[in-house]
């Protein structure tokens, strides 16, 4: 017996030593494909990339990477890569489950990151923020934000009507951990008093002496002037009430970090939303359908910001995607939006990538590039050819996995 128990151990590791090793490495060389770096640089055709644990090991042309051994190779002949999808302006769910089930959703269409905007009073949001969900967007958050009482509105918000309670309530967010101070600075159409400049102000200055950034909801011309004035960091809207003049393009260029997120509205034209029918239901497609007709105010409100986002961005002031709303798909009309306004594909592309990674100061995405996480999109398209090509999305990853996007 013993010497039939030795002839099998020997047969064993017979077998063991023909046999392939096992790999050392998770990584995956993925080559063929156009990839759209996300820093406005030239496209690499017929790229290569290496994946590893999670990170871009190599990019560069094929030919030029050489994978670990035992890798395995996909082959994306025919396709585009670009990075993933940062969202700087959201109003995601507030309740936990549901706040989590608006991340594990962006994925599907190719964002990775989202900032929600000033009405996150549940401590749920900061777990969240300060733990990423694996295949959900991460999740970057105001905390609650600061507006004068704005009666018949959400109550959410810090309503302030002295610098004392404005200061205090920066103090509160900070301690809190939040990524920015939001402000909302606009009389709602004349049916609120708007928070006063000077608490503006007031929050711009306690924000900066406790590392805190400003954001503000704006609507007037006159507004953005006084709050770059007082040295506000960004706007999560453009300019909606007459075009930009050369005074506060000079106020733009005088702060090089300022960030315009411009949240465009919709265009009040009919658009061709079949895109969306494979994600959403009949009867939210029926909803969208109803509202997609012409619509002159909307056409008008549209001209505005688009001449003011074109003007800016000739201007070399800093643009970043938001899309405001919790709609996940919506960052691809936002885009398409942005182009229309006289953005080029892929200055629209470093906007939706690069500067609002940055903005978010996530320094491990925003662009395809060694070092950086591998959140990437797959496309069937090139959308430096149209914008609109973003939404034909074959695949998408976050950190070198590929997300389900059937579940």
């Known amino acids: 017996m013993h010497r039939i128990l030795g002839l099998v151990a020997v047969s064993l590791l017979a077998l063991g030593a023909c046999s392939s090793p ?14 759209i770096v996300g820093d406005g640089s030239a496209a690499i055709e017929n790229a290569a990339f290496v994946v590893e644990n999670g990170h871009f090991l190599e ?16 082959d994306l002949t025919g396709m585009t ?12 769910n507030t309740e936990r489950e ?39 967007a991460r999740f970057r958050t105001a905390g609650v934000g600061i507006t004068g009482p704005e ?57 900066h002496k406790v590392d805190q950034r400003v954001t503000a909801h704006i609507f007037d011309l006159a507004d953005a002037k006084a709050l770059l004035s007082a040295d506000i960091d960004s706007f999560a809207h453009g300019i909606r009430d007459t075009d930009v003049d ?27 939303l079949s895109w969306l029918s494979a994600a959403l239901s009949a009867e939210e497609m029926e909803r969208l359908q109803a509202s997609n007709v012409e619509n002159p105010g909307s056409q008008a409100a549209f001209a505005i910001q688009a001449r003011n986002l074109a003007r800016v961005n000739d201007e070399g002031v800093t643009i ?36 609002g990674a940055e903005f978010l100061r996530l320094d491990d995405v925003g662009t395809i590039e060694t070092g950086k996480r591998a959140d990437f999109i797959v496309l069937e398209a090139n959308p430096l050819e149209d914008i609109t090509n973003t939404r034909k999305i074959d695949a998408v990853y976050l950190a070198g996995r590929q997300v389900d996007r059937g579940e």
Request: net charge negative.
């Open 320 to 355: 970043a995607l938001g899309s405001d709303g919790n709609s996940a798909w919506a960052p691809h009309v936002e885009m398409e939006d942005m182009a229309i306004s006289g953005m080029t594909p892929a200055e629209v592309i470093v906007a939706a990538t690069k500067n």
């Open 246 to 272: 050369d005074e506060i393009i000079a106020l733009f260029k005088e702060r090089p970090d300022f960030v315009l997120v411009p949240n465009l509205p919709g265009r009040g034209v009919p658009t061709d």
């Open 22 to 35: 096992v790999p050392e490495t998770d990584a995956v060389l993925y080559e063929g494909a156009r990839l």
């Open 98 to 136: 549901a706040l989590i089930a608006d991340l594990r959703g962006r994925p599907y269409w190719g964002v990775s990151a989202v900032m929600s905007l000033g009405r996150d009073a549940e401590e749920s949001a900061i777990e969240i923020r300060n733990n990423d969900i694996p295949g959900a």
């Open 151 to 207: 009666p018949g509105r959400t109550e959410i918000p810090y309503w302030v009507t002295t610098e004392e309670e404005a200061r205090q309530a920066v103090r509160e967010q900070a301690a809190r951990g939040v990524d920015i101070i939001k402000i909302w600075v606009d009389n709602r159409g004349g049916t609120v008093e708007k928070l006063p400049l000077e608490l503006g102000a007031a929050v711009i200055d306690e924000a």
């Open 59 to 74: 990019v560069g042309a094929v030919g030029e990477i050489e994978a670990p051994s035992g890798a395995p190779r996909v």
């Open 81 to 92: 890569v670009m990075p993933t999808i940062i969202d700087t302006h959201v109003h995601t």
